[in-house]
């Protein structure tokens, strides 16, 4: 039987406008508007979308980086929201989180060794000379040479750079680590080499990852479930090979045939998206969606859908389906 890990229950966040003389509140972003979800032990959830859907917004909330303006987020029966911020910082030993930009995540003025060994000393793990050992044991775990715990982090290329911020993420034994999109800023050649890490480091250390990313091809590689997310909302959830084979929601079928297929014999008919994506300050009534949809109903534009179960594990947020 699976056991859940983190079960996410009506997340929100709403950022503030304010405008005029006094600076009052004239209207608020809804980057994240009411997702739920959850994670099991030992897998890999993906959370996809445009720029701006929401996802590293909701990664960041899970960590409590960004206070929710409204939900429950359930690690391990403790609902994070309601923990104050020293135990919050005690929980953080468990979850980790691995950056987009590795060059500024890491402190430039810091030695490798000190960036690493910070973790250990917040949480209290080990002596200097335990800590020094582990950092050095985890620099060759995440494929680099204990020589470079005395480097700087100028002195390393964007992909070794990357495998810094795994090993920091690593240092405590987490059980759960949240990715947001940790290859988007590397070559395509280092991409690979640090997903296959990621994918060996998670059947070593068995962890759990919530993987945020913007490239299809890159979540269908790692991950055993995937989310889609558009406009601050998730549309479609499901197992990933389900996901890509039979795609139920309309923006996640558009997005699908956007990514290319390395077989030039394969022609594909590519779903052209029309319109912009909706402003989250003033997004539209019923289904976010229904202004770019081809197959947009009256109720679309007035009753927003729920996500509901389709088929057996697989959940969308369509009338179509109603």
Not at 84 to 103: G, H, Y
Not at 143 to 154: C, D, F, V, W
Not at 212 to 238: N, P, Q
């Amino acid at each position: 039987m699976t056991e859940v890990l983190l079960k996410v229950d009506g997340l929100k966040k709403h950022f503030p406008i304010t405008g005029g003389v006094l600076g009052k509140q004239t209207g608020s972003v809804k980057a994240v508007d009411d997702i739920s979800f959850w994670v099991n032990k030992g897998e890999t959830l993906g959370l996809v979308g445009e720029s701006g859907c929401g996802k590293s917004t909701t990664g960041r909330m899970l960590m409590r980086l960004i206070d929710p303006t409204e939900g429950q987020v359930v690690f391990e029966g403790k609902n994070l929201v309601t923990l104050s911020d020293n135990e919050m910082r005690k929980t953080r030993k468990d979850m980790q989180m691995v950056f987009q930009d590795p060059f500024a995540s890491l402190n430039p003025r810091h030695t490798v060794e000190k960036i690493l060994e910070e973790p250990l000393i917040v949480h209290g793990i080990g002596t200097k000379k335990e800590r020094k050992q582990m950092v050095n044991e985890m620099l060759e775990v995440v494929g680099l040479s204990s020589y470079h715990a005395k480097r700087y982090p100028h002195q390393f290329s964007g992909g070794q750079r990357q495998r810094i911020g795994i090993a920091r993420a690593l240092m405590t034994r987490p059980k759960l680590i949240i990715a947001d999109e940790p290859v988007s800023a590397l070559d395509v050649s280092i991409q690979s080499q640090v997903l296959n890490l990621l994918e060996d480091l998670q059947k070593e250390f068995q962890l759990t990852y919530i993987f945020i990313a913007h490239d299809l091809g890159v979540v269908k590689h790692i991950s055993d479930r995937v989310g889609v997310m558009y406009l601050g909302r998730l549309v479609e959830i499901t197992d990933a090979d389900r996901l890509y084979e039979k795609p139920l929601h309309p923006y996640t079928r558009a997005l699908l045939s956007a990514v290319p297929i390395p077989d030039p014999a394969v022609k594909r008919e590519m779903e052209l998206l029309t319109g912009d994506i909706p402003s989250p300050a003033n997004p539209p009534k019923g289904c976010a969606f229904h202004t770019r949809c081809k197959e947009c109903m009256e109720i679309c534009k007035t009753d927003r859908p729920e996500l509901r179960e389709i088929e057996p594990g697989h959940f969308a947020a369509c009338h179509l389906y109603s």
